[in-house]
C-alpha cells in the first residue's frame, strides 16, 4: 500500500528518490564501447539508445560528435547498422540542425550514394531526406536524388521519391527544379501507376512561390480527368488540399472543386473529401466562399449514408461553428437548414452523427448567448427535448463513452447561459447518478465530473448572489435532521442522495478499481459544495466509513480535495493517519507537514485547540453524545500565535521531505508567505492590546508639531501600525514574486495566488488609512474569480473593502484620530479573513506542466570552485547554452515558452587596489533568444577592466585586477510576452590578475 501511494505521487512529477543520474560524457563512453564492439548485436543497441541520449543532453558539442560517429558507422558498417542510423536520425530530426560539422557529416554519408549496392544506396537517400532540414540546398544531394529516379531500382527509385518529399519541403530551389520532372514522370506511360501514386505526393510541397504553386495546381487539375481511379483522386485531391493549407490563397476554390466531386458515387472519395473539408476549414473557415456552407449542408440532408458519411459532414460543420462568421451565417439563413438537419439527426440511433448536430446546436446557442443575440428558442428547446433520452442511452451501451462525454459537455456549456436548463440538466444527471440500476464504471465517472462541472457552476453563482460566512464563527450547531445543512440551492438539495450513494459504495465488501474514482470525485463533489462550511458530523461519519473501505492513495485524494476545498480538519486526521503508514521518509515528512498546516488552520476557523476539536467529534461520534456545540475557547491573539507556531513546523517538515531534485520550492514559500501573512495579522492584534496599556507621551504633541505629522501625537501606536504597513506590503510583493515563479502553475492557482496578493494589498490599504494623513490609491480589485474557492477569497475581501467604507468615514487630514474604534475596525476585518478557511492551490499538490530549463555557461574552470583567469586589457566572452525540458503527459498544457531573456550580472568583490573610485562595481547585461526546438544560445561580452577619472585634471585612474562574481539568471516570456521569473541561476568566479607592466599610470591629455 506505501508503494502505491509513492507510485501516484510520481505522476505529478513528486518522485522522490535520490538515485543520482549519469552524466552525459559517462553515458557516450558507454556507447562508444559498444560501438566499439566486435559483436553486431550490441553496435546496434548502442546505437538505437543515442535518440534518448539527444533528448536527455540536447547539446550541440555532444550531437555533433555523435552524429559524426553515426556518420563514420554509416560509411564502413554494413546496411543492417545503416538502417539503425536511419532510424536515429529519423527520431532526431529535431536535433539535427546542431551538427556543427554538416559538411564533414554529409562527406561521410554521401560516400555510400557510390556503392554498387543499390540497397545501401536507397538508405543513404533516405539518411539524406532525413537531414534535409540542414542541408537543404546541397546541389550534390539534389543531383543524386534526381539520379536516383531514372535508377532500374524500384527500391532506390521508391527512396528517391521519399527523399523528394522532404526536400522538397525545405528547399525552394529544389522543388521548384524537380517540378518539371516530377510532371513528366506522372505523365509519362512508362511511369508505373504505382510510382505515379508515390510521385503525386512530393507535389503538396511546392508551395515555395505563386508561379510554382500555380502550375503545380494546373497539374493536379488536369490529372483528375485523366485518372478518374478511386485512387489517383484521393490522392490528388489531399495534395490539392495541403497546397491550398499552405497558400491560403486557394481554399475558396479547393472548397469549390471538393464540393463538386463531392458527388462521387464511390465512398471511398468521398469520405476523403470531407477529411480534406474539415481541414480546410481548421485552417481557414473564413475564407470559405459563399454558399459553401448552405451546400454543404443540403448535401447532408440528402446524403444517402445517414451514417457514417453523415457524421463527417457534421463534423465539417461543427468545425466551422468555431469561426464566429459561419455561426454567422448559419443563424441568418432563412431557410434555417442547419435546424432541419440537426433535428433529424438527433432522432437517428447513429449517435456519432447525433453527438456531432448536438455540439452544432450547442455551438449556436453559445455563440448567441456570448455575442448578446437573443438565441433562437427552437435550438435551445431541441437540445432540452433530446438530451435526457441520448444519455440514458449511451449509459447502458459501454461503446458509447465518447458520445455519452460529447452530450454531457454540451449540457454543460449549455448551463453556463441558461440556468432553467441548468435545473433540468441538474436532474438529469443526479437521477442516473443515485439511480440503482447499474450502469458502466466509465459512465459513472463521467457523471461524477459532470455533477463537479454543475456543481462549480451552483457555488460561484451562490457566491455571487448571496455571500455570507457561518453565522456564528465561534460555534458550530450540528442538525440532527436528514439533511446536510439548510439548502440553499437545487444543488444542494441533492447532497443527501450523493451521500447515501457514497454510504452505500462504502458499506459493501470490497471496492473494485473501477469504482475507485467514483469515489474520490464524489468525495471532491461534496466537499466543493459544503465550501465555506463546516462540515456537519453526518458528514464526517460519511466519510469516516468511505475511507475505513478505501486503500490508501485514495484516502490522501480525498484528503487533498478536503484540504482544497477548505475542510480542514477532515484532511489533518487523514494526513496524520497516512502518515504513519508509509515507509519512505521523505513521504512522512510531507504527509506530516501537510497535517500541520490544516492543524494550524482548524484553529484559525474553529477558534480552540486541534485537541479540543478532535474530542469533540469523538463525542459526538459516540452513543450519547452529549456535546452539540463546540465552543470557541481561544482569543485572537491565541489563535494567531499557535497557528503561526505550526505553519513555522510545517515549513521546517516540508524541508526535510524536499530533496536537491525535487526541492519544493513553490509548496516551501507558500507556507512561508502563509505564516508571514498570519505573524502581520498576529502583530496588529498586539498593537491593538498595547493601545490602552501605552498612552501617548506628554511631550507627544510637540513631536507632531517639530515633525510636522500631525499622527504622531497618538504616541507609540502610530508608528506601530506604519511599521505594520511595511509589513503588509512585503507579504504583498512576496506573493508577487511567487507569482512571477510559477509558471507552470494552473489557472485556478494563478488566480488564488493573485487574491491573496490583493488581500495583502486591502489590509495594507486599511491600516494605511488609519496611521497615515495622506494614505496612497486603494488596490485595484481584480476581476471576478473563475473557480468557487477563489471567488469565496474574493468575496471576503470585499467584505473588508465594505467594512472599511462603512465603519470609517472620510476625515478631514487635520482631524484625522487613532481611537479604538479605528484598531477595532482591523480587528474586525482580521476576522473575516480568519473565519476564510484557506483553500490550498490545486499546484501545491499536482504538477500537471512542468517546464525547466538546463543552462550551460562557457568558460568553465579546469577546477570546480576556482575562478576563471581573464588576462588584463582583454574581454571575457560569456557563452550560454540552455535546454528546455518539459516533463509530463502534455508539455505546455496551460502556456508554453515563446522566448528566454537571459540576464548576466557581473559584481567586483574584491578589487586589486583601492586608490580609485569606480562609477559602478556591477555590470548587468540582458539578451533575448528565441528556442529554436527547446534549444537555446546566447553570447555575452563584457569588458572587465574600468578606466574611470579620479586624479587631476588630465589623469586617468585604472583598475589593476580584482576578482568578479558573474551571476546568469534565465527568465521565461510566454506567448503574451509575460516575464516568468522561473531562473535558473548561475554562478561563475572571474579573476583578473594585476598587470605588473601597467602601475596605475597617470596619462596626460593633451589639449589643443
Request: include cysteine; charge should be neutral.
Amino acid at each position: 500500500m506505501t508503494n502505491t501511494l509513492g507510485i501516484r505521487m510520481n505522476s505529478f512529477s513528486e518522485n522522490f528518490s535520490t538515485e543520482t543520474e549519469q552524466d552525459a560524457t559517462s553515458i557516450l563512453t558507454e556507447l562508444d564501447k559498444g560501438l566499439r564492439s566486435t559483436k553486431i548485436g550490441e553496435q546496434c543497441e548502442a546505437i538505437v539508445r543515442f535518440p534518448k541520449i539527444f533528448e536527455k543532453y540536447p547539446f550541440p558539442i555532444l550531437i555533433n560528435s555523435s552524429f559524426l560517429k553515426l556518420a563514420e558507422f554509416f560509411r564502413v558498417g554494413s546496411n543492417l547498422l545503416r538502417l539503425w542510423v536511419l532510424r536515429v536520425c529519423q527520431q532526431s530530426e529535431k536535433h539535427t540542425d546542431k551538427i556543427i560539422n554538416v559538411d564533414e557529416f554529409v562527406r561521410r554519408v554521401f560516400m555510400v550514394i557510390h556503392s554498387n549496392d543499390p540497397i545501401a544506396r536507397a538508405l543513404t537517400l533516405r539518411t539524406l531526406g532525413a537531414v534535409a532540414g540542414v542541408i537543404p540546398e546541397k546541389q550534390q544531394v539534389h543531383h543524386a536524388i534526381r539520379r536516383a529516379l531514372d535508377s532500374h531500382d524500384i527500391v532506390e527509385i521508391e527512396a528517391a521519391i521519399d527523399a523528394s518529399v522532404l526536400f522538397a519541403a525545405q528547399s525552394k530551389s529544389f522543388a521548384i527544379s524537380m517540378c518539371s520532372k516530377v510532371a513528366s514522370m506522372i505523365e509519362s506511360l512508362q511511369t508505373p501507376i504505382k510510382m505515379k501514386l508515390q510521385l503525386i505526393p512530393v507535389l503538396k510541397h511546392m508551395h515555395h512561390d505563386a508561379n510554382t504553386a500555380a502550375l503545380v495546381k494546373s497539374l493536379c487539375r488536369n490529372l483528375l480527368p485523366k485518372y478518374p481511379s478511386e485512387d489517383f483522386v484521393v490522392v490528388i485531391l489531399n495534395s490539392l488540399t495541403q497546397l491550398s493549407c499552405a497558400t491560403l490563397v486557394d481554399i475558396p476554390d479547393q472548397v469549390t472543386l471538393l464540393l463538386t466531386y463531392l458527388k462521387d458515387p464511390r465512398k471511398g472519395v468521398r469520405y476523403s473529401i470531407l477529411h480534406s473539408m474539415r481541414l480546410l476549414a481548421l485552417k481557414g473557415a473564413h475564407l470559405w466562399p459563399k454558399g459553401a456552407l448552405q451546400t454543404l449542408l443540403t448535401k447532408a440532408m440528402h446524403c444517402n449514408d445517414m451514417g457514417d458519411e453523415q457524421s463527417l459532414v457534421l463534423n465539417v460543420v461543427l468545425t466551422l461553428t468555431e469561426c464566429p462568421v459561419s455561426c454567422n451565417q448559419l443563424l441568418n439563413d432563412e431557410q434555417n437548414i442547419v435546424l432541419e438537419l440537426c433535428t433529424s439527426c438527433l432522432v437517428l440511433e447513429h449517435h456519432a452523427a447525433t453527438s456531432k448536430a448536438l455540439g452544432i446546436l450547442t455551438k449556436l446557442v453559445t455563440y448567441c448567448y456570448t455575442e448578446r443575440i437573443p438565441p433562437t428558442i427552437s435550438y435551445v428547446d431541441q437540445i432540452d427535448l433530446h438530451i435526457e433520452s441520448l444519455i440514458y442511452v449511451s449509459m447502458v451501451d459501454v461503446k458509447l463513452e465518447k458520445e455519452l462525454k460529447n452530450y454531457l459537455k454540451c449540457g454543460v456549456t449549455l448551463s453556463q447561459y441558461n440556468q432553467d436548463f441548468r435545473h433540468r440538466f441538474l436532474d438529469i444527471v443526479g437521477c442516473l447518478l443515485t439511480d440503482n440500476f447499474v450502469y458502466p464504471s466509465k459512465h459513472l465517472t463521467l457523471l461524477c465530473e459532470t455533477l463537479g462541472a454543475l456543481g462549480s457552476q451552483y457555488m460561484k453563482q451562490i457566491i455571487d448572489t448571496s455571500f455570507a460566512l457561518p453565522t456564528d464563527s465561534n460555534a458550530m450547531e450540528v442538525d440532527d435532521e436528514d439533511d446536510v445543512f439548510r439548502p440553499t440551492s437545487a444543488f444542494h438539495e441533492m447532497l443527501p442522495k450523493l451521500l447515501k450513494k457514497l454510504d452505500a459504495i462504502a458499506n459493501t465488501t470490497t471496492i473494485s478499481d473501477d469504482q475507485v474514482p467514483i469515489v474520490e470525485t464524489l468525495s471532491a463533489v461534496c466537499l466543493q459544495s459544503m465550501l465555506g462550511t463546516f462540515l456537519p458530523v453526518k458528514v464526517l461519519h460519511t466519510f469516516d466509513r468511505v475511507l475505513k473501505a478505501t486503500n490508501y492513495w485514495t484516502q490522501y485524494r480525498i484528503a487533498r480535495s478536503a484540504s482544497r476545498y477548505g475542510h480542514h480538519y477532515l484532511a489533518s486526521t487523514i494526513y496524520e493517519r497516512l502518515s504513519s503508514n508509509v515507509s519512505l521518509e521523505k513521504l512522512h515528512f510531507f504527509l506530516s507537514g501537510l497535517s500541520q498546516i490544516s492543524k494550524a488552520e482548524c484553529i484559525l476557523n474553529y477558534g480552540c485547540e486541534f485537541e479540543t476539536i478532535d474530542e469533540y467529534y469523538k463525542q459526538t461520534s459516540s452513543r450519547d453524545g452529549a456535546t452539540k456545540k463546540l465552543q470557541s475557547t481561544l482569543t485572537l491573539a491565541e489563535r494567531l500565535e499557535r497557528s503561526v507556531s505550526l505553519y513555522w513546523k510545517a515549513l521546517a517538515t516540508l524541508k526535510a521531505s524536499s530533496s536537491t531534485n525535487h526541492p519544493l520550492t513553490f509548496q516551501t514559500e507558500f507556507v512561508r508567505l502563509r505564516g508571514q501573512f498570519l505573524e502581520a495579522m498576529f502583530n496588529l492584534v498586539i498593537i491593538k492590546n498595547t493601545q490602552s496599556i501605552t498612552p501617548p507621551p506628554i511631550i507627544a504633541q510637540t513631536l507632531a508639531q517639530n515633525s510636522r505629522d500631525y499622527l504622531q501625537k497618538f504616541g507609540h501606536v502610530t508608528n506601530q501600525l506604519r511599521k505594520a504597513v511595511k509589513i503588509l506590503k512585503t507579504c504583498e510583493d512576496s506573493y508577487l514574486k511567487l507569482y512571477k515563479f510559477a509558471f507552470d502553475a494552473d489557472p485556478s492557482t494563478l488566480e488564488f495566488l493573485e487574491i491573496n496578493q490583493h488581500a495583502c494589498a486591502i489590509l495594507s490599504y486599511s491600516v494605511e488609512t488609519i496611521c497615515f494623513v495622506s494614505p496612497s490609491e486603494p488596490p485595484n480589485t481584480p476581476s471576478d474569480g473563475s473557480y468557487p474557492e477563489t471567488k469565496f477569497l474574493l468575496a471576503a475581501c470585499r467584505k473588508i473593502q465594505n467594512e472599511l467604507t462603512k465603519h470609517l468615514p472620510s476625515e478631514q487630514s487635520n482631524q484625522k484620530t487613532i481611537t479604538n474604534r479605528h484598531t477595532e475596525l482591523i480587528l474586525n476585518q482580521l476576522e473575516v479573513l480568519m473565519q476564510m478557511p484557506i483553500c490550498m492551490p490545486r499546484f501545491f499538490f499536482q504538477v500537471l506542466q512542468n517546464t525547466s530549463i538546463k543552462l550551460s555557461i562557457s568558460p568553465q574552470p579546469r577546477i570546480a570552485g576556482d575562478p576563471v583567469i581573464v588576462q588584463p586589457g582583454s574581454s571575457l566572452v560569456v557563452k550560454v547554452e540552455g535546454v528546455i525540458q518539459h516533463h509530463g503527459k502534455t508539455p505546455s498544457l496551460y502556456r508554453s515558452v515563446d522566448s528566454v531573456q537571459l540576464t548576466l550580472t557581473s559584481q567586483l568583490i574584491s578589487p586589486k587596489t583601492t586608490d580609485f573610485k569606480m562609477a559602478s562595481d556591477t555590470i548587468t547585461l540582458t539578451q533575448t533568444v528565441k528556442p529554436h526546438r527547446d534549444f537555446l544560445t546566447g553570447n555575452f561580452m563584457i569588458a572587465l577592466n574600468n578606466i574611470q577619472p579620479a586624479g587631476p585634471a588630465g589623469q586617468f585612474n585604472t583598475v589593476s585586477g580584482g576578482q568578479w562574481q558573474l551571476t546568469l539568471e534565465a527568465c521565461v516570456i510566454d506567448g503574451d510576452s509575460v516575464v516568468w521569473n522561473t531562473g535558473p541561476k548561475s554562478q561563475l568566479l572571474v579573476r583578473v590578475p594585476e598587470d605588473t607592466s601597467k602601475q596605475m599610470n597617470t596619462v596626460p591629455i593633451r589639449r589643443f
